[in-house]
């Protein structure tokens, strides 16, 4: 029996031992359900501590940390082996070789990738990357890192992630362009002294200062109107010769691209056409875009200053409280002119000469000041011509100017521009003679004065052209007249009017004229009217028709003449058998008219035509004749009826009267 019960016990033993082979538990193992954590931490230097976000700039190195711990969940014996660390690099950074601690890592694309095979962490046990990445785009830039590990015993796959941001700061698109001028020597400057003539050498430098890439580049060069250009054009040294406008004073280059931080270089010559004095500014303006709505703009200028003499002439001038190159005075009142003379150059100026000419409407009223000092001029013998023959004490030198000042009286000019002219001459050291003039006006105010000009001359019922003026007074102005003399004037309105008379006579017309003021002026003129000249019709063409026939025959005959003034003309034929036609018409002129007549007895005939006008009935001259020869008629042509007849037959049927 007992034998027995130590069996029955292996049995059980042997079927538990069984059953927990096939059930994966292990007696003397200790397990559970629980794995460890991977923790990862991304973390970028900012010259103090280590953070999760920093602001860089463009080209800024920028360095990462990246740590990895492992915690245990269990009292068993785990820990983390076969890590992975892989760090994504976004657009904007570039990773620096050679700058990853504790080793350089895999790099696959974007992608940094670190296998540190012989590392096991254990709980809390850490494992530190550090790399070194360089700015190179702007914008918000995350930076994400991914690890991975497996855990000895439990078999699990543990993983973590983690980012740290670098926030660029985008610099915004710009452009700059400098202007020079090359002095001559060794040095680019902004401002040169030239001469009339001289050829001057620019540079242009444009340069992409902003932060992004620039595209369709233009550049304008404006020449001033003192200068012209004159060829050797290069961009970055190599010969580039710009688009030229019609009126050849913009130059214009235009380029695909301007990188960051890129320069053009262009350069070019100009040659000096302006005259002394003048202070010419060359401006060059350039322009690049981003993107087709936004682009970028900048200008710069250098200077060109003229080298010589030159003068200005100019009179006070009340109304704008200032001296001015014209004025308004009234009759009588003082003018206060102003010579300025200005020299520029590296030489003296001397034997300096000035003369002043006077128009007809000004007189010389002394008090002449040369530099603010009392300096007469010598006066020619009609008074009209000033000058000074300045001394030594008057030299000019680079910069320096003399102001001649002096008054005149206003006269009367018949209402036109006074213009007062100033003359010099002098020598340059340089061996060169300088010479200028310049003018300034004087308008001399007019009285307000109304003109119906005249007198006119015309015809009966011809339209006269009748045209008045003013002068003075606030123009614009309005013209009435008064044609019939009867202290109205209703009768016509404008500057230019036409008007006629039906009967001759002399006759007054009168003009008010009013101004902006509504001042009025007035003035008449007289009109002569008479009959209109009459020439009479010029001699009527010989009468054309037979030139023999039978008596009781009623022959035609024609003819026309032409008057000269166009009027209508009447005709009278003389039959030569003592009766005439009577005035015929009136017809047109150079109209052919024709005449019936019969003779009653045979004979010789001379037959005649002359013309008078219409309605002036002024007679031409008769014309030559025509001889016609009638012959007797035979008997039965005596018969009244039957003559009747046959005139109406021959009026039909002219043929027949060569068979009578």
């Known amino acids: 029996m007992k034998n027995k019960n130590i069996l029955f016990g ?14 994966g538990t292990a007696i003397k193992m200790n397990t559970t359900t629980l794995t460890g954590t991977l923790e990862v931490t991304k973390k970028i230097w900012d010259g103090d501590s280590w953070v999760d976000e920093i602001e860089a700039d463009l080209n800024d190195t920028v360095q990462f940390k990246i740590t990895v711990t492992y915690y245990n969940q269990t009292a068993g014996h785990h820990y983390a ?67 991975g590990a497996d855990e000895y015993c439990t078999g699990q796959y543990l993983t973590a992630e983690d980012t740290a941001t670098v926030d660029v700061n985008c610099p915004p698109p710009e452009i700059n362009v400098e202007k020079y001028i090359w002095d001559g020597y060794c040095d680019w400057i902004k401002e040169i002294h030239v001469y009339s003539g001289d050829t001057v050498r620019f540079k242009i430098v444009v340069e992409n200062t902003g932060g992004v890439d620039l595209t369709n580049v233009t550049v304008l060069d404006v020449l001033s109107h003192s200068l012209e250009y004159a060829d050797q054009a290069t961009v970055n040294g ?66 060109v200053f003229i080298n010589g003499m030159c003068m200005e002439k100019e009179v006070w001038n009340d109304e704008a409280h200032g001296w001015m190159e014209e004025t308004t005075v009234e009759v009588g009142k003082l003018v206060n002119f102003r010579i300025t003379v200005f020299y520029h150059g590296p030489y003296k100026l001397y034997t300096i000469r000035v003369w002043d000419v006077l128009p007809p409407c000004l007189s010389y009223a002394d ?40 008054n005149a009286l206003a006269s009367e000019n ?7 002219w100033a003359y010099i001459i002098a020598n340059e050291c340089s061996g060169n003679i300088l ?64 008007w006629s008379w039906s009967e001759p006579g002399d006759y007054v017309i009168r003009l008010q004229v009013t101004d902006n003021d509504d001042e009025k002026a007035y003035d008449y003129a007289y009109v002569s009217i008479v009959a209109p000249t009459n020439n009479p019709p010029n001699k009527p063409s010989k009468p054309s028709g037979p030139s023999s026939g039978k008596s009781g025959i009623e022959y035609t005959y024609s003819t026309s003449t032409t008057d000269s003034d166009g009027d209508q003309v009447m005709y009278m034929f003389d039959w030569g058998d003592g009766s005439t036609s009577g005035w015929l018409g009136p017809y047109d002129s150079g109209v052919t008219v024709q005449a019936k007549h019969v003779w009653s007895e045979q004979g010789s ?11 002036h009935f002024e007679s031409s001259a008769w014309s030559d004749s025509l001889s016609v020869s009638i012959s007797k008629s035979r008997a039965f042509f005596k018969n009244p009826l039957l003559l009747e007849f046959l005139n109406k037959l021959l009026e039909r049927f002219p043929i027949f009267k060569n068979l009578i």
Request: charged letters at 20%; one cysteine or more.
């Open 10 to 23: 292996t049995l059980v033993i042997s079927v538990l031992l069984i059953l927990s082979v096939f059930s």
């Open 81 to 147: 082996y076969n890590l992975t660390i892989t760090d994504i690099l976004p657009s904007c950074l570039e990773y620096i070789a050679g700058s990853a601690d504790p080793f350089e890592p895999t790099i696959d694309g974007n992608h940094l990738i670190w296998h540190p095979d012989q590392t096991v962490l254990y709980d809390e046990d850490s494992y530190v990357v550090t790399f070194n990445a360089t700015v190179v785009d702007c914008g918000e830039n995350i930076n994400a890192v991914e690890v």
């Open 238 to 303: 190599e010969p580039c010769e710009p688009a030229i406008s019609e009126n050849g004073t913009t130059l214009t280059w235009v380029f695909d691209s301007l990188n960051v931080s890129e320069t053009i270089i262009i350069e070019f010559n100009a040659v000096v056409v302006g005259l002394p004095c003048e202070e010419d500014t060359n401006w060059v303006y350039v322009t690049g875009e981003v993107s087709c709505n936004e682009k970028v703009r900048d200008k710069d200028s250098a200077k």
């Open 367 to 406: 008090d002449a000041t040369v530099n603010g000092e009392l300096y007469e001029p010598e006066i020619s013998s009609d008074g009209k011509i000033l000058w000074w023959n300045l001394s030594s004490d008057y030299n000019l030198y680079d910069g320096d100017n003399l102001v001649i000042k002096f």
């Open 414 to 420: 018949n209402c036109q521009p006074c213009v007062n």
């Open 435 to 498: 010479n200028w003039s310049d003018p300034a006006t004087v308008y001399i105010e007019c009285a307000y004065v109304a003109d119906a000009g005249g007198p006119y001359y015309g015809d009966v019922d011809e339209d006269i052209t009748i045209t008045g003026s003013a002068t003075g007074g606030a123009p614009p102005y309005s013209y009435a007249w008064d044609m019939d003399n009867d202290g109205n004037f209703d009768d016509a309105t404008g500057k230019t009017v036409t």
């Open 605 to 615: 005939y001379e037959v005649k035509v002359k013309a008078k006008d219409m309605p």
